[in-house]
């Protein structure tokens, strides 16, 4: 009897994993498109995938392509992996769902206990604050603080800036976002994160003074000081009129440079939100844990 002939492995297939972690990562390096995304895609085809091969590919579906289009090929790898192999690769889902902005999703994969690396301290304090979990936020910003001031890499040193950077501007603790910012290595690729950052913190800190003044403003129309109506007929008024349109003028000015999407990422509060209790933007945190 006829035996079927064996189907001839494919490149690919013969390469050890360490050697196609590798090949990957010199073909998403070089910008080699086709190639990288033809060897992720073989890669999510085997039925187990390495730690480093699960790495590079996210990376490469990161850098040439978009999660939204192999979302659903990377998760059914991942969930066909081995316990041990899922907790390897959790990092690199918590990197995928926060990339394409599913929080929720995100948050499955969180491990706030025990980051693994400085790229996942900074992931997952993305999914914190999309989640206003400000408590777990602050507690991670509080352990970032720590890692930054030891001796360590500097492009780890740049993540991990970017991390508290980040948390302060969204807890409007804008002094302390502008301090940070100012120690971000310039020669590491989140430069522009922590330069923008310092303007925004400051313009945002300008927003909400023009906020409370306005409302200080309004809070004198109620209980106008009639001593003054009295002694300098409607010279307080008047008074009260032009400090209102300068203000008007700044806070335009300012929520031109800070559109309304930038006020609501960066976390700057306007009009009844600076009246309310908690109008810094912790869910459980009181002023002692600050």
Known sequence: MKRNKKRELSRTERLQPEALAKELEGYCNAGMKEEALRIADAILKKKRITPEEFFQLIRTVGVHSNFTKWETKIRAAYDRQSRRSKQKARSDMLLMYASNGEWQEASNFLSLRRPCTAAEILFSMDVLLALKRFDDARRLGMRCIKIVTRPIDAFDRSLLITAIGEYFSRMQMWEEAVDIWKYMPLDQP?????????????????????????????????????????????????????????????????????????????????????????????SDDTPADR
């Open 190 to 282: 989140f430069r522009r994160d922590a330069l923008t950052g310092i303007v925004r913190a400051c313009l945002g800190r300008a927003l909400e003074s023009a906020e409370r003044g306005l409302q200080s403003l309004s809070d004198l129309k109620r209980n106008p000081n009639y001593e003054l109506h009295i002694s300098l007929p409607y010279n307080d008024q008047k008074m009260s009129a032009e400090a209102e349109r300068e203000l008007l003028k700044l806070k335009r000015g300012i929520e031109k440079l800070l559109p309304e999407e930038t006020r609501r990422d960066v976390g700057v509060m306007t009009g009844e939100e600076l009246l309310r209790p908690d109008s810094r933007g912790e």
